[in-house]
Structures are given as structure tokens and as C-alpha cells.
């Protein structure tokens, strides 16, 4: 399975991006993708997740601004972006779980190495003040 992200680029604060993952080689519904977060020097993290069900947690720093959406027709994760903020600035990478016993949500956001086995490249989100 192979991951790629796109629609990452600068914009201004208070803009909005809709970031994209498209899952190729997939043969499997994942038992959760995710989003995460790495700004340099610092660790990777996650910012949103969904499961198979549907379900979705976000983390505090993006509640309310970002939304994750998923099209299992296309094999295609989304995060939608608004009201960016400096701070929001990082390399964000997609991530999913679709091998083994399923995870737990917060397995999944928190990038748990028993539960995420596939990730992507990243694409970079830049927002100037």
C-alpha cells in the first residue's frame, strides 16, 4: 500500500487548505487513517483520526478548525483546514492502520507502532502571520 499527500502550500492566517492522501495498492478497507503534524526539531503528532466506522477525534490545537472526511470509493483521505494559524505550520503526513487487529482510536492518533503500519511522504503547510 502507498500513501501520498498533496494540496499542502502557504497561505495566510485565517485562510483554509484541504489537504488529500490517496491510498494506491489497496486491497482492504483500513481499520483507521490519520493525520499528523511535525514541525522541525519537535515529534511527530497527531492531529486527526478516523476509524472504519466513521468516528473521529482531534486533537485540542485543531478542534474545531480542521475536519478529517474520508471517500472509500475513491481510497481518498481528506483534512480540511480553516482558520490556519501559525502555529499550524509543519510537515503533515498522512497515516492508516490496515493490517492486524484493529486499533484503537487513540492508538491511531497517537502513531502507536502496533497500530499505524503505512505513511506517507508528507506535504508541507506553511501560515504566515
Known amino acids: 500500500v502507498y500513501l501520498e499527500e498533496s494540496g499542502g502550500g502557504s497561505v495566510q492566517a485565517g485562510g483554509s487548505l484541504r489537504l488529500a492522501c490517496t491510498a494506491s495498492?489497496?486491497?482492504?478497507?483500513?481499520?483507521?487513517m490519520a493525520w499528523f503534524r511535525q514541525v522541525p526539531g519537535q515529534e511527530r503528532n497527531g492531529i486527526a483520526v478516523t476509524d472504519s466506522d466513521g468516528r473521529t477525534t482531534y486533537a485540542d490545537s485543531v478542534k474545531g478548525r480542521f475536519t478529517i472526511s474520508q471517500d472509500n470509493a475513491e481510497n481518498t483521505l481528506y483534512l480540511q483546514m480553516n482558520s490556519l494559524k501559525p502555529e499550524d505550520t509543519g510537515m503533515y503526513y498522512c497515516?492508516?492502520?490496515?493490517?492486524?487487529?484493529?486499533?484503537?482510536?487513540?492508538?491511531?492518533?497517537?502513531?502507536?507502532?502496533?497500530?499505524?503500519?503505512?505513511w506517507g511522504q508528507g506535504t508541507q503547510v506553511t501560515v504566515s502571520s
Open positions: 497515516a492508516a492502520a490496515f493490517y492486524g487487529m484493529r486499533p484503537t482510536m487513540y492508538d491511531c492518533l497517537t502513531g502507536a507502532p502496533h497500530a499505524i503500519d503505512t
Open positions: 495498492g489497496v486491497a482492504t478497507i483500513s481499520h483507521c
